[in-house]
């Protein structure tokens, strides 16, 4: 039985040099951009999130406990942020918060499999969204960005799988 309960609390936070370690990923699917055609052109989409403490949309993402490795945490934030699961693509890089509080580590998940339950689904909306959407939607430069570093990872691996 899969727990529908999140993690609460901040005593098994990681911290480093006073800033909260944050472990997050971008969600992402390959759409067909034209599937009847048997166009085999794909598209990206990436999922986002409502954020609990307004109408900003974002990845998920949360705090990397003591007893847990970074991706796992990525994994568990996005299980009870977003209800999915998935492989991790790659390490997309870390950013420092526009306060300078938060590290953020960010990871590209290939979604393997969409939840219809999950831990915060009374609590947040999900979306998917092209790369240009994401980049509208979100707030924060750092997660621009790391739309373009999940752009620039896809693109590479495409490239490289079709020689």
């Given at each position: 039985?899969?727990?529908?309960?999140?993690?609460?609390?901040?005593?098994?936070?990681?911290?480093?040099?006073g800033c909260r370690l944050v472990a997050g990923c971008i969600p992402y699917k390959f759409k067909f951009k034209n599937p009847c055609s048997g166009d085999t052109d794909r598209a990206i989409e990436v999922l986002v999130i409502s954020s609990q403490k307004g109408p900003e949309l974002m990845f998920p993402k949360g705090?990397?406990?003591?007893?847990?490795?970074?991706?796992?945490?990525?994994?568990?934030?996005?299980?009870?942020?977003?209800?999915?699961?998935?492989?991790?693509?790659?390490?997309?890089?870390?950013?420092?918060?526009?306060?300078?509080?938060?590290?953020?580590?960010?990871?590209?998940?290939?979604?393997?499999?969409?939840?219809?339950?999950?831990?915060?689904?009374?609590?947040?909306?999900?979306?998917?969204?092209?790369?240009?959407?994401?980049?509208?939607?979100?707030?924060?430069?750092?997660?621009?960005?790391?739309?373009?570093?999940?752009?620039?990872?896809?693109?590479?691996?495409?490239?490289?799988?079709?020689?």
């Amino acid at each position: 039985m899969v727990s529908l309960v999140s993690r609460r609390g901040r005593r098994l936070q990681r911290y480093r040099a006073g800033c909260r370690l944050v472990a997050g990923c971008i969600p992402y699917k390959f759409k067909f951009k034209n599937p009847c055609s048997g166009d085999t052109d794909r598209a990206i989409e990436v999922l986002v999130i409502s954020s609990q403490k307004g109408p900003e949309l974002m990845f998920p993402k949360g705090g990397w406990e003591l007893d847990e490795t970074m991706a796992a945490a990525a994994s568990r934030e996005a299980f009870e942020e977003a209800g999915v699961k998935g492989n991790f693509a790659g390490n997309l890089g870390n950013w420092l918060s526009e306060d300078r509080d938060k590290v953020h580590y960010i990871f590209a998940m290939e979604v393997t499999e969409v939840l219809q339950q999950w831990p915060e689904m009374n609590s947040r909306e999900r979306k998917w969204v092209s790369l240009a959407e994401a980049r509208q939607v979100c707030k924060h430069s750092w997660m621009r960005e790391a739309v373009d570093k999940l752009e620039e990872l896809l693109s590479v691996s495409s490239t490289r799988n079709s020689h």
